[in-house]
């Protein structure tokens, strides 16, 4: 299938064609006849998979149809985001794709001042995209008008119910008309997000591909079983010894992505971190200086998991594992991305093996082990293994008690083993 089959205006493709854009994705394909075709959606896709561009070009198709809009000062589109980085990068998105028309869009979200978007807000544009927080904050002080909305996209559905949004965004969907289009996006579906569907999208369409547990073919996965105290080295010792560059580190914690940073700033690496603590302009500065190449590490918390689009990016590194698999998923999504071959690394000390094995029971794959590294410490027995000693240790009770007794040390000892 070609975008021509799609049938999207000239104009959208001659922006394609310039953008080197050949075929769309499987979640274009299945997605935007659907929506052409006004009708609701709910589109399960994991984050690479060119989801925005899947909502964004039939929106763009269908604002272009109806004609200028720029007199009116009502929105026609609002699309809800969790993050204020996942909603800049639907506005470049847009900003991208829209070239060859007159199609203005606004960013709303929380971290800078109020004022300025207010008076964007009162100068009109066709596209609303914001985070739930600000976008009710406008609305309460009579800056946001909703009435005159035709689509109404929610965007990473799932990430706005871990994050606690589902309240506001129930909120923000009451505002609207009740005749709008609904298109949910979302790279998971738990039952609260099925339920939202459910009650606020109108007979709507379902579209599935690439399921979350899979990860990209193009991501080479490795694992270091390494002890909790020796990970700050290991980092510094794989980045210098294997000539890393343009590394993006994932933490659990706040604290720990500022404790990286100070580490490898005292060891004359430089590294920026990249967290909720901090604030959108400092987060920002940090994300360019990153994607610039001016600085090699950016060390992040679970916020730049998903809603960060960063091209060519060679390397993820697991410092700390998640304690939920799909998230271990949207992580080394960061990389490998539009074919491009990407390297996932991940560090497990005694505490994270069940994230390990969780981990790898969800993606059904099988990491490489490295275990010839300074700070290596011992895997796991495999499961079959541990059944092998079993039974021999049953076998032998035919010999004598000593024997046995050295057996049964040995299977203590081996089950202290750890990923």
Known sequence: MTFEDLQLNKNILKTLSELGYKEPTAIQQKAIPFILQDKDLIACAQTGTGKTAAFAM?????????GNTKKSKFAKVLIVTPTRELAQQVADN???YSKYTNISNIVLYGGMSIKPQIEQLNKGADVIIGTPGRLLDLYKQK?????HLHFLVLDEADLMLDMGFIDDVKKIIALTPNNR??????????????????EFLNKPEYVSVDPIS?????????????AKKDKKKLLLHLIRNEKLTDVLVFTRTKQAADSLVSYLDKNALQAVSFHGDKSQSARQEALDSFKEKKTKVLIATDIAARGIDIQSLPCVINFDLPNIAETFVHRIGRTGRANQQGLAISFCDNSEKTYWQNIVKFTRTQPKQILDHPFAEKPLESS????????????????????KSRKSSNAKKNKKRWY
Do not use: W
């Open 214 to 226: 899979s990860a990209a073919k193009t991501v080479k996965q490795q694992v270091y079983f390494v």
């Open 143 to 147: 800056h946001l008008n909703l009435d």
């Open 94 to 96: 847009f900003e991208k």
């Open 384 to 403: 079959k293994n541990k059944t092998q000693g079993n039974k021999e240790l049953s076998g032998g009770a035919k010999q004598n008690n000593a024997s």
């Open 181 to 198: 289009q609904t298109l949910l996006f979302s790279a998971t579906m738990p039952i609260e997000v099925r339920e939202l569907a459910h």
């Open 58 to 66: 039939p929106i763009i198709h269908y604002l272009h149809k109806i």
